[in-house]
């Protein structure tokens, strides 16, 4: 079975929405909202804003993907991404068969199941690439919403990190390693 793309969905809200492979002129626009979120300090380990080169060797190596919205959104009248993804190989050589994402949501259009979406076609997308696993490496225990959505869709923890995490208001988190297979 071929995935085809843009994949579409009705979100919360009656929100529409596409999912599709990034574009290369919506790199900036992914770029902008990680680096919001990494300036924010509470879920991605890197501690400054992520330059171009940067940006292109963590998120773009294999495979990234972004959710547009489809029509205007009342308060995000000129943000047409609202979420977005990569999967790439966890490990190289024997071991790449496991694999690992990382996942956006731009603020304002959290809980409207976006993140819930991208989780269940990342899964869909990575075991059609001939991934057998799934493995987050760093989930800083402080990111409730994350932790819930990924036990909810079948991960488990493997392991904890005791204060892996500096956070940018000065406390220090635990992380969790998640793993789920693939059929």
């Known amino acids: 079975m071929k995935l085809k793309f843009p994949m579409y969905a009705t979100l919360q809200g009656n929100v529409q929405v596409e999912l599709d492979v990034m574009q290369p002129h919506e790199q900036e626009m992914v770029r902008a909202l990680l680096n919001e979120i990494i300036e924010a300090g509470q879920t991605y380990p890197q501690d400054h804003a992520l330059s171009a080169v940067e940006f292109a060797a963590y998120w773009m190596s294999h495979s990234a993907f972004v959710v547009r919205a489809v029509g205007q959104i009342p308060l995000l009248t000129h943000q047409k991404i609202l979420g977005a993804f990569f999967i790439k190989p966890n490990f190289p050589g024997r071991c790449s068969h496991i694999s690992n994402a990382g996942f956006i949501v731009h603020p304002a259009a959290r809980g409207w199941g976006i993140g819930r ?26 990111n409730l919403p994350s932790i819930n959505l990924w036990k909810s869709l079948g991960f488990e923890t493997i392991a904890r990190l005791p204060q892996a995490a500096h956070l940018k208001d000065g406390t220090v988190a635990d992380a969790l390693m998640m793993y789920r297979s693939l059929p």
Request: net charge positive; proline share 0%; charged share 10%.
């Open 117 to 142: 979406w991208m989780g269940e076609t990342m899964l869909k997308i990575a075991h059609h690439q001939g991934y057998r696993a799934v493995m987050f490496n760093l989930v800083f225990s402080t």
